[in-house]
């Protein structure tokens, strides 16, 4: 009884799905003919199955004839005009990925123990503002002259003559003029006192160079 009663849904199904074959559903017409030739001999279902697959590729042969109709009933221009959603169970709109399995805890981290503020030893102090302004007036109260004399003076309290000799004595054995960068590379003194040196002793400077190059300064004895 059951086995018949399957049949009869099949031829059912079928026979519906004739009257709109848009709608209907292969997969179920497939799963419903299975479950009725599961317990059938192998006579009937031959029968039943050759019969059933010949009305349902009529009906498959129906549905794309529809569909191709009503495709070509809405083209615009030799174009099929597709609704917006028409690819949306096809094109995948958005995607999530859970990376918590794949992050590994943050380590705490040690925390540096603040040092106790050291007085005894401390450099810093405070200072009166009025003795603070009276330093920085007698700074100021110093001239761009007396800088200069003050520095000479300096220069004086070291062994300029030396400097002046070995300066003299490098460019007596290289042609002269020379350039400063050269001198500087000849002596195995420092940058100020070859350049004190230079201004306390008898020697002739002279920049070379345009405007748009680079100057270079020649050093050359003067001659008295």
Aim: net charge negative; hydrophobic share 45%.
């Amino acid at each position: 009884m059951k086995i018949k009663q399957l049949e009869l849904d099949l031829w059912d199904v079928l026979s519906t799905a004739k009257q709109t074959p848009e709608d209907m559903n292969l997969l179920m017409v497939f799963k419903l003919l299975d479950l009725t030739l599961v317990d059938l001999d192998t006579r009937s279902q031959l029968r039943i199955a050759g019969d059933a697959v010949s009305q349902i590729t009529d009906l498959f042969c129906d549905r794309s004839s529809f569909l191709f109709e009503e495709l070509h009933s809405r083209a615009v221009k030799g174009e099929p005009i597709m609704a917006d959603d028409a690819f949306d169970r096809y094109v995948r709109q958005s995607m999530m990925v859970d990376f918590d399995q794949f992050i590994e805890p943050l380590q705490s981290l040690p925390r540096k123990i603040p040092e106790p503020t050291k007085h005894g030893n401390s450099i810093v102090g405070a200072i009166d503002k009025e003795v603070l302004i009276q330093a920085l007036e007698q700074e100021s109260l110093l001239s761009v002259e007396e800088e200069f004399e003050r520095a000479i003076s300096t220069a004086h309290a070291e062994d300029v003559s030396a400097w002046v000799e070995a300066i003299s004595h490098c460019l007596e054995n290289n042609f002269s003029p020379m350039r400063l960068l050269d001198l500087e590379s000849a002596l195995p003194l420092p940058i100020v006192e070859i350049w004190l040196g230079l201004l306390l002793g008898d020697f002739k400077l002279e920049q070379r160079g345009s405007f748009y190059e680079s100057h270079e300064i020649w050093i050359s004895i003067t001659n008295n």
